[in-house]
């Protein structure tokens, strides 16, 4: 079938048309007539030959236009000829096909298969400069093929947005044939023939923002192309590089306070740790902005785990290049701080401690007793998980340094934390990373720490004695009401439960 509607295609002719009648037929857009008129072609399986030019430029609009069969090898033609042929073939592959039923216009596939990877050869090796036609039919492929809606995640709205860490990720059947289109597409981009000036009218927003809803695809290959490709834009086209970081931002907005659901969230931050590292000195506004608003906040979903490590490479990268920002980013922490995930509250320790290897005297100085009361909520914590990460800060030579010079506020915040877990704590690797703790404030300041022992052993009888006032005056009038009879609808005292919240 293939080879009847083929063989109705003219030859290559003595001469071809204007480039401009070339762009306007090489890649009509997925709504058009001539579009369908493609798919109809070659999902049918028949061809009348009474129609067979009416069908071969429906398939192959440019070929007709440019006067060269797509098929010719790039060898066959003169370099004068090779954009024209160039056309042609990628309006060879504007035609979709069904990848669900891989038997399914096999022959067809495999023609398109083979012309994409003879297109990837032709680019890599950069022997013709890209005309603006070329670049247009090359946009359009790429748009046919690539930029499409993707279906509602089942088992998200299965799970009624509980985390499914089991869950395998899900591969797109038509992955083969979209790995070839996006590494033609990279190739494309990062080629010393595109002219940037000439590319940048198609590569232009739109272009840009469709590229990006293709990051919450479930396939994580396709993610990972895309955060190539989504790169090398940015670097190439200078003038677009405001837009798409506004664009991403938009993304985390929408994920961090409406959805909370989106499946490029790591590979969209691991883009953007490479952006910062790139800032000039000093920041501007815009990019403190970005991490208060952004980046901070990003702390906040339940799913935090699945991008963690590219979130605090980011906050790490702020913090490297305008140290100031760390007490900024503290407070961020505390503000977001989880008090119910135990899983969470480890992984914001361990950034922490990050930002305290980095902080300067001045800014920790600034945050000190809310970052060691939040600490020392920890060091109590009964999931032993947190209470040793908490603990593990005095394993830190850092750490410690600015502890020491800062004792005198720091030691009477922690101190009751540490009686508390020396006293109580059913863990005995965390009661024993606890009186380490408190034997390394002794060597700090033995002083220091006798006073503040004092104090709190102090404060703590005071605590007793009310609490023991408290205990009689309820018991005063338990007895009292119970020598009153009860008649009627009259209220029934009843004993509170003793409830207290430290942290």
């Known amino acids: 079938m293939l080879r009847q509607f083929l063989s109705k295609l003219p030859r290559k002719s003595g001469k071809s048309d204007s480039p401009e009648l070339a762009r306007s037929n090489s890649c009509t857009t997925a709504g058009s007539t001539p579009q369908t008129h493609r798919s109809n072609s070659l999902n049918s399986g028949s061809v009348r030959p009474c129609a067979a030019k009416r069908t071969s430029s429906a398939v192959f609009p440019a070929s007709v236009v440019a006067g060269i069969e797509p098929l010719l090898p790039f060898k066959d033609v003169p370099n004068s000829e090779k954009m024209n042929l160039f056309v042609s073939k990628v309006s060879l592959c504007c035609v979709t096909f069904d990848f669900t039923d891989p038997a399914k216009s096999s022959i067809e596939k495999d023609v398109k298969r083979q012309t994409l990877l003879e297109l990837l050869d032709f680019v890599a090796s950069g022997s013709v400069r890209f005309s603006e036609p070329a670049i247009l039919a090359m946009c359009r ?16 709205s299965v799970s009624n947005g509980a985390e499914n860490d089991d869950d395998e990720p899900m591969f797109d059947p038509a992955w083969p044939h979209l790995q070839i289109v996006y590494d033609l597409l990279l190739k494309f981009i990062t080629s010393s023939c595109l002219d940037a000036k000439l590319a940048k009218k198609y ?70 740790g490479s952006i910062i590292s790139g800032f000039a000195l000093p920041l501007k506004e815009e990019h403190k902005i970005f991490l208060w608003r952004v980046l901070i906040p990003l702390h906040k979903p339940k799913t ?8 605090s490479y980011c906050v790490t990268q702020f913090i490297e290049k305008e140290p100031k920002l760390s007490s900024t980013v503290i407070r961020g922490l505390l503000k977001y701080w989880p008090i119910t ?18 902080i300067n005297m001045v800014e920790f100085q600034r945050v000190m007793v809310p970052l060691f009361w939040r600490i020392g909520c920890c060091i109590n914590s009964f999931h032993f998980q947190v209470a040793e990460r908490a603990l593990f800060f005095w394993n830190n030579d850092q750490i410690v340094n600015l502890i020491a010079h800062n004792r005198h506020v720091i030691l009477p915040v922690i101190l009751p934390f540490l009686e508390k877990n020396a006293q109580n704590h059913w863990n005995q690797a965390v009661l024993n990373l606890t009186l380490n703790v ?9 002083v220091l720490f006798m006073s503040c022992h004092t104090h709190f052993k102090e404060e703590e009888a005071k605590l007793s004695i009310l609490a023991e006032k408290r205990k009689e005056a309820w018991e005063r009038l338990e007895n009292a009401a119970s020598l009153q ?9 009843v004993t509170p439960l003793a409830t207290s919240i430290a942290c």
Do not use: W
């Not at 492929?141 to 998200?156: E, G, I, Q």
């Not at 940015?234 to 938009?250: C, D, L, Q």
């Not at 935090?304 to 979130?311: A, E, K, P, T």
């Not at 008649?487 to 029934?492: D, H, P, R, S, Y």
């Open 304 to 311: 935090l785990g699945v991008y963690f490590q590219q979130l």
């Open 438 to 446: 408190r034997k390394i404030f002794m060597e700090m300041d033995d």
């Open 485 to 493: 009879p009860i008649t009627g609808n009259t209220a029934v005292l």
């Open 341 to 358: 995930n135990s899983q969470k509250e480890v992984m914001f320790l361990g950034e922490l401690e990050e930002i305290l290897e980095a």
């Open 141 to 156: 492929m790429c748009a046919v093929n690539l930029f499409r809606v993707f279906p509602p995640n089942y088992r998200s």
């Open 203 to 272: 590569i232009d927003h739109s272009f840009i923002l469709r590229l990006l809803d293709l990051f919450d695809s479930e396939d994580p290959r396709e993610r990972e192309c895309l955060k190539t490709i989504l790169h090398r834009v940015y670097g190439k086209f200078m003038v677009h590089r405001p837009f798409i970081r506004k664009a991403i931002s938009n993304i985390f907005y929408r994920f961090v306070f409406e959805t909370e659901r989106h499946n490029g969230i790591a590979e969209l931050l691991e883009i953007f």
